[in-house]
């Protein structure tokens, strides 16, 4: 088994997952944004059923913190692997990346 492939792989799915941590966050923003829009809209026009879309706007952002918390876990997780392969016997290699890669399907 090869460290420097492993280690190329591990610093790929870092980076997909940089990419993916960027457009949830956008997209965090753009929700936050839009329910803001909305609440200013209430205020406006002094309507509280307009107002009620504000928290059905921001009970969105749920979906992307709960992603964002996922992908700093396995990020964490990545980091922590080629340090952790140094150190262990090629058997033992072995089966710490079945469970590494058991543990992040399993999560998906």
């Given at each position: 088994m090869n460290l420097d492939v492993i280690n190329n792989r591990v610093d790929a799915a870092l980076k997909t997952n940089h990419r993916a941590e960027l457009i949830v966050i956008s997209m965090a923003c753009?929700?936050?944004?839009?329910g803001l829009g909305t609440l200013l809209l209430a205020y406006w026009?002094?309507?509280s059923y307009i107002g009620?879309?504000?928290f059905l706007f921001q009970s969105f952002l749920y979906l992307p913190i709960r992603e964002i918390l996922k992908l700093r876990k396995d990020n964490i997780v990545l980091q922590a692997l080629p340090v952790l392969l140094a150190e262990l016997p090629p058997r033992e290699t072995v089966l710490e990346i079945?469970?590494?890669a058991a543990y992040l399907r399993a999560r998906r």
């Open positions: 753009a929700i936050f944004l839009l026009h002094r309507n009620g879309g504000t079945r469970k590494l």
